[in-house]
């Protein structure tokens, strides 16, 4: 009853998580600048690999061999999944084989999604502006942006969303991300954070491959009056949009204040959604409907409670009955065996005096 009750009463969680996928080619190096917070897996096609990291934040060294990372976990083939990653796991991460030798090395930089500065087109919002960074090289600081992500809708108004990260550069140098430029280097700046851009978008709707929906039920918390809900497949570094009994639940709307019936959670990309009022919620992920999240009221929970008190009544009743029953037959068996004992008996006391009458008549002869 206490698993059925948690299952009732807790939020909606990920059934099956999402997460970036970087493949850097053989012997190369590879540099990317990621977000804090959000699954990122590091590829490396090597039997028996080994890996070796460090990291620019407390210049620390670890090794896979044994793991000492709690939240990175190696999977099978050689790659590693780093789970949630910290802005402090910014660093090295270097893939050897079973010999020793290299295979790859990524160089990491997981800016903190904690501090995005988020801006809407539509509401006027511009992005940070570039600016100087006085370290005595006269380094320019800027935002790199990636390629804007599909639209969230299809057929209709929608927004797509797309991601910039913070780059220093010296003149006639090769940009790279902030903090693998300032590795272990305490400096500060507000400039020095991610970004990220919404803007309105309209696109045709494709064929629906027709995958799986999942669905689940939440109730809102008695303390805060809230839930949150997960969008199991869905990333900050994919399109996500989140419907309510039909009526689009739009970046603009939360970006602006103007819909305060819920609140997403900036920093997943749309992956998490606080709701305040029982409805009916639809989670899309490119533009496909992924999972649907249906109210539960307190008579709901009760009943699933009653059903499942009574299932176990039903099943200690069945037991105590199959226990009557093994009872009563080992009854009959006892009763069987005396009865049959019983017949023995008497045939032995007749067969006995018959025996001792021929024994007599015997003695008599002599």
Partial sequence: MLTTLWLLLSFAVPVL??????????????????????????????????????????ETNWSSHPLSVPNVEIRPGGSILIKNPLPSQTGFYNCQDKNGTQVVQ??????????????????????????SLSLGSKELIFTHWDPWQDCNRCGEPGERKRLGYCYIQEPLEKPLPCWLYLGGARLWSSRMRPEMQVEACNVPCETSNGKDIIFDNFELSEESGSAWLTCPPGSIYRPTVWEA??????????????????????????????????????????QELV????????????????????????????????????????LKLML??????????????LFRPSRSKRSNHVLLVK
Avoid at 35 to 50: V, W
Avoid at 294 to 318: F, H
Avoid at 321 to 330: D, H, I
Avoid at 336 to 349: A, E, N, P, Q
């Fill in 245 to 286: 009994n039909n009526t689009p639940l739009t970046w603009q709307g939360q970006l602006s204040g103007q819909d305060v019936s819920t609140i997403l959670d900036p920093s997943s990309g749309g992956r998490r959604l606080q709701v305040f009022q029982p409805a009916i919620y639809k989670c899309f992920v490119h």
């Fill in 291 to 330: 999972a649907r999240f249906n109210p539960m009221t307190k008579v709901d929970i009760l009943e699933s409670l009653r059903r499942d008190e009574d299932g176990q009544q039903q099943e200690a009743g069945e037991a105590q009955k199959g226990k009557a029953n093994s009872v009563l037959k080992g």
């Fill in 17 to 58: 998580g999402f997460y970036v996928s970087i493949n850097c080619s053989h012997g190369k190096l590879c540099q990317r600048a990621l977000l804090s917070n959000n699954d990122i897996l590091l590829h490396c096609n090597s039997s028996g690999a080994q890996w070796h990291y460090f990291f620019l934040h407390d």
């Fill in 106 to 131: 990524y160089e990491i930089d997981f800016q903190d999604v904690s501090i995005l500065h988020i801006t809407h087109r539509g509401l006027g919002q511009k992005p940070l502006q570039s600016e």
């Fill in 336 to 349: 069987l065996v005396g009865t049959i004992l019983g017949l023995l008996g008497m045939l032995l006391k």
